[in-house]
Nanobody
Framework: RMDLEESGGGSEQAGGSLKLSCAAT????????MAWFRQTPGKGREGVAS???????KYIDSVKGRFTISRDNDRHILYLQMDNLKPEDTGIYYC???????????????????WGRGTQVTVSS
């Protein structure tokens, strides 16, 4: 079993930056995929980015060049650096963890077994 807890959400103006963190506890290894998903107003939950323990990452097109996913395997923490924020980035951001693969899926919710409770990100224009 793994527990995930997000932090770092908040309110920011368009063009600003926020950094999200996700602490993973209850699992001693690091050989698993991790990802960030978000639920935006009027939409279902969508994948944002994914990463494996070798730091191979994937992003959805709308955040490429603006968001950076990273992880500290020793401390079991996942990060999402969000720069040049846009109002459409507003939503609840969830951390997720699932089985290992070289190219962790950034959009497939079903791949991920463990989820955090989410942290709110609000971007104003």
């Amino acid at each position: 079993r793994m527990d995930l807890e997000e932090s770092g959400g908040g309110s920011e103006q368009a063009g600003g930056s926020l950094k999200l963190s996700c602490a993973a506890t209850g699992y001693g290894g690091s050989s698993y995929c991790m990802a960030w998903f978000r639920q935006t107003p009027g939409k279902g939950r969508e994948g944002v980015a994914s990463i494996n323990d070798e730091n191979i990452s994937k992003y959805i097109d709308s955040v490429k060049g603006r968001f950076t996913i990273s992880r500290d395997n020793d401390r079991h923490i996942l990060y999402l650096q969000m720069d040049n924020l846009k109002p459409e980035d507003t939503g609840i951001y969830y951390c997720a963890a699932g089985g290992w693969t070289r190219w962790c899926p950034e959009k497939d919710e079903d791949w991920y077994d463990y989820w955090g409770r989410g942290t709110q990100v609000t971007v104003s224009s």
